[in-house]
């Protein structure tokens, strides 16, 4: 049996049509196939290869960690040097107020935590997200997402959780004395890049901060640069009370976090004692890569780049097809007429060696989130590439 028969055999199918592309290496930003056709990347893995595949510091720090130790002991026990660097790394780059993180496995078990974190800390049950939001896909994630299609299958989920409009002063008023914490991405990734009303945000910080309620930031996927500022609440001049990380905050390793004030986070270690715990979070390989590829942001100054690449996207994507753009840094939705229209373009786009993808509640739209490591000219070939296949969607 071939390699691709044996994935569809025994790999669990997310969907009756994956995209099934088998890759054999990646460097930089291409991926390679197993007859080395060569595929320009313009997803990163969903917003988690934000240095491009196989950056040496990346590999160099993995290499070196794994040859020191791997797993030791579940996570909170021993003092492991990668994950206290990695911490502290972290916090010298947030408000004072976000000083001590808890690291998971991936974004949605940091969304979990974060959950129990809220209802332990406030003493209060009931939560609000918003519609169009995506949190993950565990249980309680799933809890909170803002799309009725993608939770139904699953219920019961979690009580008292309501739905608010993003963007809609009227959901300020679902927040009350009982409410525990506010879920809210920074910018919503999946409904087709929606930023914030900076007004709007600053009235939802303010009402957590008067009813006592902790308002969350998820930047899971925004998180690390790709908005033009290291995180994205930076640029609406707010501060959460608790903040997500995932995708790119293990530099291609799994690893997640959510980070809080010490006197909140202490409330997970007692009372319960143990009241969150993991056996592989924070692993000191994933760490180690963490570690290095923010370093490597830092130190390489390609957030700095992101503006100038973001206008350069937006200046090229002109077409009779395209109803819009929205972006937000190097996070762009590319809208069609509809979602057979927007299949068409991507499957073409893959065809001819570019590779994108859609969004869970705007299939309508094309997703462009690459490495922020993608240059002025690769932009350009990208956006050719979508452009011919807009005109093959045209010409029916």
């Known amino acids: 049996m071939t390699n691709r028969q044996l994935f569809m055999q025994h790999v669990a199918q997310t969907s009756d049509a994956p995209m099934g592309l088998e890759i054999v290496r990646a460097e930089g930003m291409y991926l390679y196939d197993a007859e080395d056709k060569q595929y320009l990347d313009l997803i990163g893995g969903i917003s988690v290869c934000n240095l491009g595949h196989g950056h040496p510091g990346i590999t160099e720090a993995i290499r070196d960690q794994a040859g020191r130790y791997l797993h030791l002991m579940v996570y909170g026990e021993f003092v492991q040097s990668p994950q206290v660097k990695y911490a502290r790394l972290l916090t010298e780059q947030l408000p004072a107020s976000l000083n001590c993180m808890y690291f998971t496995n991936s974004g949605a078990e940091a969304v979990e935590g974060a959950m129990k974190l809220a209802k332990r800390y406030t003493g209060r049950r009931e939560i609000v997200a918003f519609r169009d939001s995506y949190h993950g896909s565990t249980q309680g994630a799933l809890s909170i997402l803002g799309d009725e299609y993608w939770r139904n299958a699953y219920r019961p989920l979690l009580p008292g959780i309501s739905h608010e409009r993003y963007n809609d002063p009227a959901a300020l008023e679902r927040i009350t004395g009982q409410t525990a914490c506010v879920f809210a991405e920074t910018i919503q990734a999946e409904a087709g890049v929606i930023a914030p009303q900076r007004e709007w945000l600053h009235a939802l910080r303010r009402r957590c901060s008067e009813t006592g309620t902790l308002l969350i930031l998820d930047e899971i996927q925004c998180g690390f640069g790709r908005n033009g500022t290291l995180w994205a609440f930076e640029q609406y001049g707010i501060v959460p009370d608790v903040l997500l990380l995932g995708k790119a905050l293990g530099g291609g390793m799994p690893l997640g976090a959510f980070i809080a004030g010490r006197e909140i986070m202490q409330s997970l270690s007692a009372q319960p004692v143990l ?98 490591i993608i240059t002025e000219q690769q932009i350009r070939e990208a956006c050719a590439v979508i452009l011919r296949a807009a005109d093959e969607a045209a010409q029916g």
């Open 275 to 372: 009241g969150h715990i993991t056996t592989f979070g924070g692993h000191p390989v994933c760490c180690a890569a963490g570690a290095a590829a923010l370093e490597a942001l830092l130190r390489e100054g390609w957030i700095a780049q992101i503006a100038g690449k973001e206008q350069l996207f937006r200046s090229l994507l002109a077409h009779p097809a395209i109803k819009a753009v929205r972006s937000r840094g190097l996070m762009l939705a590319v809208e069609f007429d509809s979602a057979e229209i927007n299949r068409q373009v991507i499957g073409s786009c893959i065809a001819q060696g570019v590779l994108t993808d859609w969004f869970l509640f705007a299939p309508q739209c094309l997703r462009i989130v690459p490495p922020l």
